[in-house]
Nanobody
Framework: QVQLVESGGGLVQHGGSLRLSCAAS????????MGWFRQAPGKEREFVAA???????SYADSVKGRFTISSDNAKNTVYLQMNSLKPEDTAVYYC????????????????WGQGTQVTVSS
């Protein structure tokens, strides 16, 4: 079992940057696929980015070229660097861990953090 704690959210202007962190405890992140999801008010939780156990990385089309997912096994932490932020990126961002092959579906993840709010002003 793994526990996940996100941090780094906040209020930023359109075009700004934030870096989210997801600190894991209990088990090493290298044994999981690690994903970032987000959920805006009134919308379903959507896939943002993930790094597989094999180290391959996937991004949602909406964030390609702007967001970068990375991991530091020594710190047992996953990051999401978000650049060129837009108002439509406003959401609660969640970190998740799982072992299923399908990494873009929230239902395929077993462990979730509590989320961190990201608000992008126009």
């Amino acid at each position: 079992q793994v526990q996940l704690v996100e941090s780094g959210g906040g209020l930023v202007q359109h075009g700004g940057s934030l870096r989210l962190s997801c600190a894991a405890s209990g088990r090493t992140i290298s044994t999981y696929n690690m994903g970032w999801f987000r959920q805006a008010p009134g919308k379903e939780r959507e896939f943002v980015a993930a790094v597989r156990r094999s180290r391959t990385i996937s991004y949602a089309d909406s964030v390609k070229g702007r967001f970068t997912i990375s991991s530091d096994n020594a710190k047992n932490t996953v990051y999401l660097q978000m650049n060129s932020l837009k108002p439509e990126d406003t959401a609660v961002y969640y970190c998740a861990a799982g072992v299923a092959f399908a990494i873009v579906s929230a239902t395929q993840y077993d462990y979730w953090g509590q989320g961190t709010q990201v608000t992008v002003s126009s």
